[in-house]
């Protein structure tokens, strides 16, 4: 069973991996895919927001990419309070835990 307090953690865990980090961190590549660690971050913000819309029963919006990198750990937190305070199922919270843990490996 997963539960709201393993997204938490498991957010937690990747800010503090990468919440010091400066611009030219961000625009590396992710170990998975050719794409920015930057961009890996904000995709998994915009699947967390997703499945916050999903569990308030609202249409799926697109989160901002923001022109300054450093903003996505705060996004990041950001949507995963909205998640949470949606009383998301417990397969919303298993999935979001999966792509947190997901995200973190790949940077």
Do not use: K
């Not at 030219?24 to 699947?47: F, I, M, T, Y």
């Not at 995963?80 to 199922?89: C, F, I, M, Y």
């Amino acid at each position: 069973m997963v539960e709201g307090v393993e997204v938490v953690r498991g957010v937690e865990l990747l800010v503090r991996q990468v919440s010091h980090w400066q611009q030219p961190r961000w625009s590396a590549a992710a170990s998975v895919g050719n794409v920015s660690r930057a961009d890996l971050v904000h995709r998994l913000v915009q699947e967390i927001a997703n499945l916050a819309a999903d569990a308030e029963g609202q249409p799926r919006r697109a989160v901002p990419r923001l022109d300054n990198d450093l903003a996505v750990p705060d996004q990041l937190r950001v949507v995963t309070a909205d998640l949470l305070a949606a009383d998301p199922s417990e397969e919303a919270l298993a999935r979001a835990a999966a792509e947190v843990d997901a995200t973190r490996t790949a940077l």
